[in-house]
């Protein structure tokens, strides 16, 4: 009997892990870490969301189980956000499916449309479901840039090109985790376009839909006309309605993935708990207030983060949309690496980020910062960095005041 299992093997040991290790051993002992490394919401969801769960939750009939694909009113709320918000229309029968988050989503598209030996287009750096969800599929990942330039464009043409076999499928993440980056509605048309010529299905993932910021807001791919003929799209209430535990998310677009992938949830669950469904429902057809408050939030956020370190010494590029800063490792210590210079900065800062190397080769020499903490705690990191480096003989600006 062995215990070499085929698709365990397939999966490399999880470097982000060992930044998270260290930081629950320092928590353990009492240190006080400023997190910015897991993208995890430390907002509230709005009251009446709240209530909603309470209320369906004390209904005796409330807790058998639920429907794989969502109960029809998520599904036709999720419809009604996408009309609203992009004006596409959805059918919520055929073109919707819920999921508990986009993370599963992804990865249950992945096992439904996904043979073994089938090439999949993932982007490089990217969040790890992006390849690995297809990677335990049996595919096979040929990396593409992230940056929506005309290299990206060369770069899908080279892999239609020199792959065999010819890849079917592209995953896209805009705005991107971890970079941030974000594209316009002629990046889709384009893309869509090319995907049409070259028979290949779009997975887009728009979890951070709604935080965009300085007021440009960011488009979706089912907003270019016959894009449903060949492209997904996962959304997410994580980020949104900062439900991040409750697991919520979408999948919406073309009939025949959204039917694959209804048909592989059906064996493998029952769906989210009614009353989160419920709740989910209240946030989309209810008051919008929220998104709007937690967008400014997040661009406040952004604003003294960018601010701070930049004063402290680490100057960070400020991301259009998300709530993630890609930042490169400062010049002087580039030659560190991602993965030691956060193990570094949480050893002796008490802060705590992701190692770019953590999403992909291509990450290496980058950072994300998660802006998951209050101003003040932001404040605060801002000031432990600059003695950090200060300390390794990093030159760091003379100003006025604390960083």
């Given at each position: 009997?062995?215990?070499?299992?085929?698709?365990?093997?397939?999966?490399?040991?999880?470097?982000?892990?060992?930044?998270?290790?260290?930081?629950?051993?320092?928590?353990?002992?009492?240190?006080?870490?400023?997190?910015?490394?897991?993208?995890?919401?430390?907002?509230?969801?709005?009251?009446?969301?709240?209530?909603?769960?309470?209320?369906?939750?004390?209904?005796?009939?409330?807790?058998?189980?639920?429907?794989?694909?969502?109960?029809?009113?998520?599904?036709?709320?999720?419809?009604?956000?996408?009309?609203?918000?992009?004006?596409?229309?959805?059918?919520?029968?055929?073109?919707?499916?819920?999921?508990?988050?986009?993370?599963?989503?992804?990865?249950?598209?992945?096992?439904?449309?996904?043979?073994?030996?089938?090439?999949?287009?993932?982007?490089?750096?990217?969040?790890?479901?992006?390849?690995?969800?297809?990677?335990?599929?049996?595919?096979?990942?040929?990396?593409?840039?992230?940056?929506?330039?005309?290299?990206?464009?060369?770069?899908?043409?080279?892999?239609?090109?020199?792959?065999?076999?010819?890849?079917?499928?592209?995953?896209?993440?805009?705005?991107?985790?971890?970079?941030?980056?974000?594209?316009?509605?002629?990046?889709?048309?384009?893309?869509?376009?090319?995907?049409?010529?070259?028979?290949?299905?779009?997975?887009?993932?728009?979890?951070?839909?709604?935080?965009?910021?300085?007021?440009?807001?960011?488009?979706?791919i089912l907003q270019v006309p016959g894009a449903k003929?060949?492209?997904?799209?996962?959304?997410?209430?994580?980020?949104?309605?900062?439900?991040?535990?409750?697991?919520?998310?979408?999948?919406?677009?073309?009939?025949?993935?959204?039917?694959?992938?209804?048909?592989?949830?059906?064996?493998?669950?029952?769906?989210?708990?009614?009353?989160?469904?419920?709740?989910?429902?209240?946030?989309?057809?209810?008051?919008?207030?929220?998104?709007?408050?937690?967008?400014?939030?997040?661009?406040?956020?952004?604003?003294?983060?960018?601010?701070?370190?930049?004063?402290?010494?680490?100057?960070?590029?400020?991301?259009?949309?998300?709530?993630?800063?890609?930042?490169?490792?400062?010049?002087?210590?580039?030659?560190?690496?991602?993965?030691?210079?956060?193990?570094?900065?949480?050893?002796?800062?008490?802060?705590?980020?992701?190692?770019?190397?953590?999403?992909?080769?291509?990450?290496?020499?980058?950072?994300?910062?998660?802006?998951?903490?209050?101003?003040?705690?932001?404040?605060?990191?801002?000031?432990?960095?600059?003695?950090?480096?200060?300390?390794?003989?990093?030159?760091?600006?003379?100003?006025?005041?604390a960083a």
């Amino acid at each position: 009997m062995s215990d070499e299992f085929y698709r365990i093997k397939r999966l490399p040991p999880y470097v982000i892990a060992e930044v998270n290790a260290m930081r629950a051993a320092a928590r353990a002992a009492g240190e006080d870490i400023i997190d910015l490394g897991m993208g995890n919401p430390d907002l509230p969801p709005p009251d009446h969301v709240i209530a909603k769960l309470v209320e369906v939750a004390q209904k005796p009939d409330a807790h058998g189980y639920s429907q794989s694909k969502g109960i029809p009113g998520l599904r036709r709320a999720q419809a009604n956000y996408y009309a609203r918000r992009f004006g596409v229309e959805v059918d919520p029968e055929t073109e919707v499916v819920v999921t508990m988050g986009s993370k599963e989503g992804l990865a249950s598209l992945a096992t439904a449309i996904t043979a073994p030996g089938d090439v999949v287009l993932a982007p490089n750096p990217s969040y790890p479901i992006h390849t690995f969800g297809f990677i335990i599929a049996g595919a096979t990942i040929r990396s593409v840039p992230t940056t929506p330039d005309e290299n990206y464009f060369r770069a899908l043409e080279r892999a239609m090109h020199f792959t065999v076999p010819r890849p079917s499928i592209l995953v896209v993440n805009y705005p991107g985790n971890p970079t941030a980056e974000t594209v316009d509605l002629a990046f889709y048309e384009r893309l869509v376009a090319w995907a049409k010529e070259n028979q290949v299905w779009i997975l887009s993932d728009l979890a951070y839909s709604e935080l965009y910021f300085d007021g440009n807001p960011t488009p979706s791919i089912l907003q270019v006309p016959g894009a449903k003929d060949v492209a997904i799209e996962f959304t997410s209430m994580s980020k949104t309605y900062s439900m991040a535990g409750w697991r919520m998310g979408f999948a919406v677009g073309n009939q025949k993935l959204i039917a694959a992938m209804t048909r592989v949830k059906s064996y493998l669950d029952y769906g989210a708990f009614t009353p989160i469904q419920a709740a989910a429902c209240a946030a989309l057809n209810g008051p919008q207030d929220i998104v709007e408050k937690n967008r400014q939030l997040y661009q406040k956020r952004r604003d003294v983060m960018v601010e701070s370190f930049a004063r402290a010494g680490w100057d960070i590029p400020s991301p259009r949309a998300s709530m993630f800063a890609w930042a490169p490792l400062p010049p002087a210590l580039k030659e560190m690496g991602s993965l030691e210079f956060s193990k570094q900065l949480l050893t002796h800062a008490k802060v705590a980020v992701a190692p770019g190397v953590g999403y992909g080769e291509d990450g290496e020499g980058f950072v994300r910062i998660a802006m998951v903490e209050n101003e003040q705690r932001l404040r605060q990191a801002a000031r432990n960095v600059k003695k950090y480096l200060q300390s390794m003989g990093v030159n760091t600006p003379v100003t006025k005041g604390a960083a």
